[in-house]
Every structure is written in structure tokens, then in C-alpha cells.
T-cell receptor, first 110, second 115 residues
Framework: KQEVTQIPAALSVPEGENLVLNCSFT??????LQWFRQDPGKGLTSLLL?????REQTSGRLNASLDKSSGRSTLYIAASQPGDSATYLC?????????FGKGNQVVVIP | EAGVAQSPRYKIIEKRQSVAFWCNPI?????LYWYQQILGQGPKLLIQ????????DSQLPKDRFSAERLKGVDSTLKIQPAKLEDSAVYLC?????????????FGSGTRLTVV
């Protein structure tokens, strides 16, 4: 059974600092890995999708890396803004199932 | 393209009452998923449909939860009777097919409060 862990569970950073969010998973046999953003009480917004054959994906200030062999992914958010405050969820897709971590709750302080 | 539509957005019911949630996936998406997200947790898969057939319902509490996907398009998730611990956000997602490399698209969710 795939286990997904996200560290840290919560963090606060001053505006302008770079954010580093970590995700680890136990089974490296995956199709892809997806990072989502979730605002309080809302659904999930897909941020980045990394295929199992890829090492990283970039979109604007966001960059996600994937190291399948070590079972790790990292989401970098450059020059954080107060609007980046949200929960970030890592989801690993494998064996016809999407397994989620519990999320990284981020607060960016103006 | 239109996203995954869910209704209602919010629902408050008393324990032992019944409730139903509705989901309309992205047009052409064969695979539909229902997830339960309890506060502070990641989403947990309840049931997965491929067209109108059930692929995985191993984590669905079948004594009180039921789901159907008529004609392989819309889906309804029902809880009868509800318990306090069913308070959660219920998320619907769809993908072209299981294992779709472009990933899943989620709806905005239905927040259920059982009092």
C-alpha cells in the first residue's frame, strides 16, 4: 500500500522568501505525481504534474522535482506572496489509485 | 473546457438523516472518483467508477454509503443514515481513463456537517 508523507505539516514564512515543501512515498512504481493547492473549505487545484519519466516540471514561480528511486518530490515556490497561503497536497498515482499526503499548510506573512 | 461540477456546496444535517451529493465530470472522462476529506487529512478514495462500472470500492462503508453512476456520466453519492464522523468535504474527480498521464481534475467539493 502506498504511503505518502509530507513534511513539514505546517510552516510560516515572511513574504519574499522561497518555500520548500517535501513529499515522500514508499512505492516507486508510479505513473505520475501531482501537486495540488487547496484553499480552506475548497476543492483541489492542480499545480504541477510530473510524469514518472520526468525529473521536474516548472510553471511560473513553481518548480517541482521528482526522484522516483528515492521516493521523493519537492515543490519550490519562489519569492512567496501572501496569496500563496494555502494547503499544498502531494498525490502519487500508481496501481490505478491516487494516494494523498496530509498536506503542507503554508502561511505567508506580509 | 468546463470543470467537474458538484452540488450542493454545503449541507448541514442531523445525525441519522440521509443526504445525497451530485457530480458531473468533465465531458468524455470515463473514470470518476469520490473522495472523502476529513479536516486536517488528505483525501481518501471512497469509490472509483470506470464508465458505469465500479472499479474500486474497498474503502466505501457499504453499510451506510452508496454510489451510482448512471449511463456512465453523472454520479450520486448517498449517505444513509449519517453519523457525526461523516462530517467532511466530499470531493469528486474525473480523468480520461484510469492511469491517465494528464492527471485528475477535481471539483470544488461538498462540505457536509453532521450535527
Amino acid at each position: 500500500k502506498q504511503e505518502v508523507t509530507q513534511i513539514p505539516a505546517a510552516l510560516s514564512v515572511p513574504e519574499g522568501e522561497n518555500l520548500v515543501l517535501n513529499c515522500s512515498f514508499t512505492d516507486s512504481a508510479i505513473y505520475n505525481l501531482q501537486w495540488f493547492r487547496q484553499d480552506p473549505g475548497k476543492g483541489l487545484t492542480s499545480l504541477l504534474l510530473i510524469q514518472s519519466s520526468q525529473r521536474e516540471q516548472t510553471s511560473g514561480r513553481l518548480n517541482a522535482s521528482l526522484d522516483k528511486s528515492s521516493g521523493r518530490s519537492t515543490l519550490y515556490i519562489a519569492a512567496s506572496q501572501p496569496g500563496d497561503s494555502a494547503t499544498y497536497l502531494c498525490a502519487v498515482h500508481g496501481n490505478n489509485r491516487l494516494a494523498f499526503g496530509k498536506g503542507n499548510q503554508v502561511v505567508v506573512i506580509p | 473546457e468546463a470543470g467537474v461540477a458538484q452540488s450542493p456546496r454545503y449541507k448541514i444535517i442531523e445525525k441519522r438523516q440521509s443526504v445525497a451529493f451530485w457530480c458531473n465530470p468533465i465531458s468524455g472522462h470515463a473514470t470518476l472518483y469520490w473522495y472523502q476529506q476529513i479536516l486536517g487529512q488528505g483525501p481518501k478514495l471512497l469509490i472509483q467508477f470506470q464508465n458505469n462500472g465500479v472499479v474500486d470500492d474497498s474503502q466505501l462503508p457499504k453499510d451506510r454509503f452508496s454510489a451510482e453512476r448512471l449511463k456512465g456520466v453523472d454520479s450520486t453519492l448517498k449517505i444513509q443514515p449519517a453519523k457525526l464522523e461523516d462530517s467532511a468535504v466530499y470531493l469528486c474527480a474525473s480523468s480520461l481513463y484510469s492511469g491517465e498521464p494528464r492527471g485528475y481534475t477535481f471539483g470544488s467539493g461538498t462540505r457536509l456537517t453532521v450535527v
